[in-house]
């Protein structure tokens, strides 16, 4: 069996961040990295610019094999971890191989949730995580005439945008009663599905989920709904959110939550030397202190970097206290997810400004703010950042921030 003094578990940019600030803080250690994917990391925020023809395919890498080699991190491409005995320091990999460590970062990610109804392996059914994924949209969509999404989340969105970039119809499929329930109160989203009616999106259907996906010879011929409804399409784009594979964790001893691994502010699991990272890690968010997964680039990239430095130099090690930042553009309209807008209990208080096309909606938590959800209001985010971290109480905070044009910049520096 081979051993390694550090051994990560993830190929993505958690787990790559967490290879290469090991190598920085221990420069003499045997680093291994075993990843699911045969190429090296990859931008997954650029594959939809890739796909709609913005950058080329390699502009999407982001290091190569021999970057790797310089490092002396050792990579098993291709192979993924099938067992981890904790205990014996040791994982098993599907391959056959077992490799034995000293220090173990889980940095798996997380992979899209499946679409368990009759003819979800259809032909045009289409999931949106890997360049394998993003290579197949590419080959297909000149042939589509008429497509369906199905989701309330930032992939089903990311759908939206290619399909409308290319000219194809797109009807969207939502379980709640209007798009990103949880995100925007019922102004909010009203306001956001009717720009996406004058970009080409519709019908939204509402309060309903897939049953059936009818196909022709193997392919996608049209969808059916709970509901009655059935629309015709050539192409369903698949956006549900993500689960967390842990299977291979049974049995090992760390601590699984109801979001993924359990670990604690210094991203160390319960087993000592084995650290998460990611979107596998569950982690007490700072502003609530609830438990919960964060899913997005600069949490992997933050997260992974953390828990490399961490692993390697226990005597230095930081807590994490990154508040999670997610934004896109699409549709020519910006929309910023930050913090936690999940915690029980607390208020919401939303802004609509119909006439500057401006939305914001804003999560309290014990009289602070922890969370906001922002349409085109991007020169609000660092002074919102600026309120969560400061965990100061607003005082008002309902009547000030439900004013659209309220001075956030001026409330942040007080």
Same mark, same amino acid.
């Given at each position: 069996?081979?051993?390694?003094?550090?051994? #990560?578990?993830?190929?993505?940019?958690?787990? #790559?961040?967490?290879?290469?600030?090991?190598?920085?803080?221990?420069?003499?250690?045997?680093?291994?990295? #075993?990843?699911?994917?045969?190429?090296?990391?990859?931008? *997954?925020?650029?594959?939809?610019?890739? #796909?709609?023809?913005?950058?080329?395919?390699?502009?999407?890498?982001?290091?190569?094999?021999?970057?790797?080699?310089?490092?002396?991190?050792?990579?098993?491409?291709?192979?993924?971890?099938?067992?981890?005995?904790?205990?014996?320091?040791?994982?098993?990999?599907?391959?056959?191989?077992?490799?034995?460590?000293?220090?173990?970062?889980?940095?798996?990610?997380?992979?899209?949730?499946?679409?368990?109804?009759?003819?979800?392996?259809?032909?045009?059914?289409?999931?949106?995580?890997?360049?394998?994924?993003?290579?197949?949209?590419?080959?297909?969509?000149?042939?589509?005439?008429?497509?369906?999404?199905?989701?309330?989340?930032?992939?089903?969105? $990311?759908?939206?945008?290619?399909?409308?970039?290319?000219?194809?119809?797109?009807?969207?499929?939502?379980?709640?009663?209007?798009?990103?329930?949880?995100?925007?109160?019922?102004?909010?989203?009203?306001?956001? @599905?009717?720009?996406?009616?004058?970009?080409?999106?519709?019908?939204?259907?509402?309060?309903?989920?897939?049953?059936?996906?009818?196909?022709?010879?193997?392919?996608? *011929?049209?969808?059916?709904?709970?509901?009655? @409804?059935?629309?015709?399409?050539?192409?369903? !784009?698949? !956006?549900?959110?993500?689960?967390?594979?842990?299977?291979?964790?049974?049995?090992?001893?760390?601590?699984? !939550?109801?979001?993924?691994?359990?670990?604690?502010?210094?991203? $160390?699991?319960? =087993?000592?030397?084995?650290?998460?990272?990611?979107?596998?890690? $569950?982690?007490?968010?700072?502003?609530?202190?609830?438990?919960?997964?964060?899913?997005?680039?600069?949490?992997?990239?933050?997260?992974?970097?953390?828990?490399?430095?961490?692993?390697?130099?226990?005597?230095?090690?930081?807590?994490?206290?990154?508040?999670?930042?997610?934004?896109?553009?699409?549709?020519?309209?910006?929309?910023?997810?930050?913090?936690?807008?999940?915690?029980?209990?607390?208020?919401?208080?939303?802004?609509?400004?119909?006439?500057?096309?401006?939305?914001?909606?804003?999560?309290?938590? $014990?009289?602070?703010?922890?969370?906001? =959800?922002?349409?085109?209001?991007?020169?609000?985010?660092?002074?919102?950042?600026?309120?969560?971290?400061?965990?100061?109480?607003?005082?008002?905070?309902?009547?000030?921030?439900? *004013?659209?044009?309220?001075?956030?910049?001026?409330?942040?520096?007080?």
């Amino acid at each position: 069996m081979e051993k390694f003094d550090y051994l #990560v578990a993830g190929g993505g940019v958690a787990g #790559v961040s967490a290879a290469e600030e090991i190598r920085k803080q221990d420069p003499a250690a045997r680093i291994a990295l #075993v990843s699911g994917e045969q190429q090296p990391l990859y931008s *997954r925020v650029l594959l939809p610019h890739y #796909v709609k023809g913005l950058v080329r395919r390699d502009a999407v890498f982001l290091r190569t094999v021999e970057r790797y080699a310089a490092a002396g991190i050792t990579v098993l491409a291709g192979d993924w971890a099938v067992r981890l005995d904790a205990a014996g320091r040791t994982l098993h990999l599907k391959s056959g191989a077992a490799l034995v460590f000293e220090k173990f970062v889980i940095a798996t990610g997380g992979t899209p949730l499946p679409l368990m109804i009759p003819g979800a392996q259809a032909e045009g059914v289409s999931r949106f995580q890997t360049i394998q994924d993003a290579d197949a949209m590419v080959a297909r969509l000149p042939t589509v005439k008429r497509a369906a999404v199905v989701g309330s989340s930032f992939i089903a969105l $990311e759908y939206l945008a290619i399909l409308c970039k290319f000219g194809i119809p797109a009807a969207l499929v939502v379980r709640g009663p209007h798009v990103f329930n949880g995100f925007l109160d019922p102004d909010g989203a009203a306001f956001l @599905e009717a720009h996406f009616r004058k970009q080409g999106v519709g019908p939204i259907v509402r309060n309903d989920r897939l049953v059936a996906i009818e196909s022709h010879a193997g392919a996608v *011929r049209a969808i059916r709904t709970e509901r009655g @409804e059935r629309i015709e399409a050539d192409f369903v !784009g698949v !956006g549900i959110g993500l689960g967390r594979d842990t299977a291979w964790l049974l049995d090992s001893g760390v601590a699984i !939550g109801t979001a993924g691994v359990r670990a604690d502010a210094y991203l $160390e699991t319960n =087993v000592p030397g084995v650290f998460a990272a990611g979107d596998a890690a $569950e982690l007490v968010d700072p502003l609530t202190g609830r438990s919960r997964a964060f899913g997005n680039w600069s949490h992997a990239t933050l997260s992974g970097k953390l828990a490399g430095h961490n692993a390697a130099r226990p005597d230095q090690k930081s807590a994490y206290d990154h508040i999670s930042v997610y934004s896109i553009q699409h549709f020519g309209y910006s929309i910023a997810v930050l913090g936690d807008t999940g915690a029980p209990g607390g208020a919401a208080i939303a802004a609509l400004d119909r006439d500057t096309e401006r939305y914001g909606r804003f999560f309290l938590h $014990e009289g602070r703010l922890v969370g906001a =959800v922002l349409i085109n209001r991007n020169k609000d985010q660092a002074a919102l950042v600026a309120l969560m971290k400061s965990r100061q109480p607003i005082a008002n905070a309902e009547e000030f921030l439900a *004013r659209p044009n309220a001075d956030l910049a001026a409330l942040a520096a007080a």
